[in-house]
């Protein structure tokens, strides 16, 4: 039963449209039939309690105040999935990328563990960013050492800034592109990698998941996340990374 229905029945007994204890023939005049068991259920259940007429159509009303914040909650918070049998109702993680991207006017920060065939995966940022020229985007990904590579840090970030210009970005103006330095570390012991898969439409929208930027985790795997339409814990979010940016913990990757 929603709010709607639990202030209709508060509203049916303070009119005094329906008895107290109530009538079922009343409840047919007022035009509820598909769903009158559940009514009949709730009010001669009150009714059995001896609670009164007042007693009753106050608790719907508070009850109906409860219902209002689940039901706030629910549209604040939206699953999302990847790959195959999809239950019916749930959106894809594609799709909820694609809604950020298209819900940011002014800032957009997305992180990410992986990124595979940008071309294609941000095909669709870059071309907002493209229509969008108020549109800051900051773009935070892992940038690895391969085992045993003895390569300059600095040699590694201008290759992975070369790759990113050339073959992975299919836009004509670029997003700022930042990395954490502690994923370059010689030992192992010393190393960390940025592995949080975040998008961050302004303050407004969110998508938090397990997804990375890869047509497969996009579309094929295995993937789940939440879609967030909650201003303070989105608000926390992009200011932990704003944080990381300020205190040097991630780096920018000159483009």
Same mark, same amino acid.
């Given at each position: 039963?929603?709010?709607?229905?639990?202030?209709?029945?508060?509203?049916?007994?303070?009119?005094?449209?329906?008895?107290?204890?109530?009538?079922?023939?009343?409840?047919?005049?007022?035009?509820?039939?598909?769903?009158?068991?559940?009514?009949? &259920?709730?009010?001669?259940?009150?009714?059995? /309690? #001896?609670?009164?007429?007042?007693?009753?159509?106050?608790? !719907? *009303?508070? =009850? @109906?105040?409860?219902?209002?914040?689940?039901?706030?909650?629910?549209?604040?918070?939206?699953?999302?999935?990847?790959?195959?049998?999809?239950?019916?109702?749930?959106?894809?993680?594609?799709?909820?990328?694609?809604?950020?991207?298209? &819900?940011?006017?002014?800032?957009?920060?997305? /992180? #990410?563990?992986?990124?595979?065939?940008?071309?294609?995966? !941000? *095909?669709? =940022? @870059?071309?907002?960013?493209?229509?969008?020229?108020?549109?800051?985007?900051?773009?935070?990904?892992?940038?690895?050492?391969?085992?045993?590579?003895?390569?300059?840090?600095?040699?590694?970030?201008?290759?992975?800034?070369?790759?990113?210009?050339?073959?992975?970005?299919?836009?004509?103006?670029?997003?700022?592109?930042?990395?954490?330095?502690?994923? !370059?570390?010689?030992? @192992?012991?010393?190393?960390?990698?940025?592995?949080?898969?975040?998008?961050?439409?302004?303050?407004?929208?969110?998508?938090?998941?397990?997804?990375?930027?890869?047509?497969?985790?996009?579309?094929?795997?295995?993937?789940?996340?939440?879609?967030?339409?909650?201003?303070?814990?989105?608000?926390?979010?992009?200011?932990?990374?704003?944080?990381?940016?300020?205190?040097?913990?991630?780096?920018?990757?000159?483009?």
């Amino acid at each position: 039963m929603n709010s709607r229905e639990l202030i209709f029945l508060a509203d049916l007994i303070e009119t005094f449209r329906l008895s107290w204890p109530p009538d079922a023939s009343q409840l047919r005049s007022a035009g509820i039939a598909g769903d009158q068991a559940e009514y009949w &259920q709730l009010l001669t259940g009150a009714a059995a /309690t #001896g609670a009164s007429a007042t007693t009753t159509s106050w608790l !719907l *009303r508070r =009850l @109906a105040e409860e219902v209002v914040q689940r039901e706030a909650v629910d549209a604040a918070i939206q699953p999302v999935a990847s790959g195959p049998c999809m239950v019916s109702g749930l959106r894809s993680t594609e799709d909820a990328f694609r809604e950020i991207i298209d &819900q940011a006017v002014h800032r957009l920060l997305i /992180t #990410g563990f992986v990124l595979h065939n940008g071309q294609t995966v !941000l *095909r669709h =940022l @870059a071309n907002r960013m493209d229509t969008q020229p108020t549109l800051d985007v900051v773009l935070c990904l892992d940038v690895s050492r391969a085992p045993g590579d003895t390569t300059d840090d600095l040699a590694i970030i201008a290759g992975f800034a070369e790759r990113f210009r050339q073959t992975e970005w299919p836009g004509s103006r670029l997003p700022k592109l930042y990395y954490d330095p502690r994923s !370059l570390a010689r030992g @192992a012991e010393d190393r960390s990698v940025l592995h949080a898969k975040v998008a961050i439409a302004d303050a407004s929208r969110a998508l938090i998941g397990s997804a990375n930027l890869t047509e497969a985790a996009l579309q094929r795997n295995i993937e789940i996340g939440i879609l967030l339409s909650a201003p303070t814990p989105i608000a926390s979010v992009r200011a932990h990374f704003e944080v990381l940016i300020h205190n040097g913990i991630l780096l920018q990757v000159p483009l």
